[in-house]
């Protein structure tokens, strides 16, 4: 069965750096583009980025631009999410989502289970 | 970026009610609109693809509707485990955006 788990919380200092990560398992992970989708407290749901962990080819919400990097290791089928320069209003959840194209659509269909990234001095 | 609007930002309703939830983007997105469903504490969960076809599993009581760039989520018999926050996307281009949310409560 597919699954998708992500790492531990974090608790990090303005300035700093995250690393999030998601193993994938279940399924060809080279199939199917990996998104991030974070959720600031009491907020709804914005769009960081995605991955191809076939290509590597990535692409990023203009917000974060410059502050994000997207990586997989595809030897196990995981996919990683860096933010640098770290803000506290980038404290949040973050998940992974797996996509899939079905008859021409596109969608997330199997999502990790959240990683609360805090940042605070 | 394609903008995605959704009405009402939240609801109040009782079990029993049939509610409508309405999402509209910016420029035309033919079908590609999602719908998920989120639960506090929790991931969000997928309901609707394509603008209306139901994923797997997902209760029949959940319908989705439209194209271009007016769209509808109905849940016509709302039931206990339906309150949640309901959340619209277009995955007609990136970046994939969503709605703001729509909270329905209980009344």
């Known amino acids: 069965q597919v699954q998708v788990v992500q790492s531990g919380p974090e608790v990090k200092k303005p300035g700093a750096s995250m690393k999030v990560s998601c193993k994938a398992s279940?399924?060809?992970?080279?199939?199917?583009?990996m998104h991030w989708v974070r959720q600031a407290p009491g907020q709804g749901l914005e769009w960081v980025g995605r991955i191809n962990p076939n290509s590597g080819a990535t692409n990023y919400a203009q917000k974060f631009q410059g502050r994000v990097t997207m990586t997989t290791d595809t030897s196990i089928s995981t996919a990683h999410m860096e933010l640098s320069r770290l803000r506290s209003d980038d404290t949040a959840v973050y998940y992974c989502?797996?996509?899939?194209?079905?008859?021409?659509?596109?969608?997330?269909?199997?999502w990790g289970q959240g990683t609360l990234v805090t940042v605070s001095s | 970026d394609i903008q995605m609007t959704q009405s009402p930002s939240s609801l109040s309703a009782s079990v029993g009610d049939r509610v409508t939830i309405t999402c509209r983007a910016s420029?035309?997105?033919?079908?590609?609109l999602n719908w998920y469903q989120q639960k506090p504490g929790k991931a969000p969960d997928l309901l609707i693809y394509?603008?209306?076809i139901l994923q797997g599993g997902v209760p029949s009581r959940f319908s989705g509707s439209g194209s271009g760039t007016d769209f509808t989520l109905t849940i016509s018999t709302l039931q206990p485990e339906d309150f949640a926050t309901y959340y619209c996307q277009q995955s007609y281009s990136t970046p994939r955006t969503f709605g703001q949310g729509t909270k329905v409560e209980i009344k």
């Open positions: 394509a603008a209306s």
């Open positions: 989502a797996r996509e899939v194209d079905r008859t021409a659509a596109r969608l997330l269909d199997y």
């Open positions: 420029q035309n997105i033919s079908s590609h």
């Open positions: 279940g399924y060809t992970f080279t199939g199917y583009y």
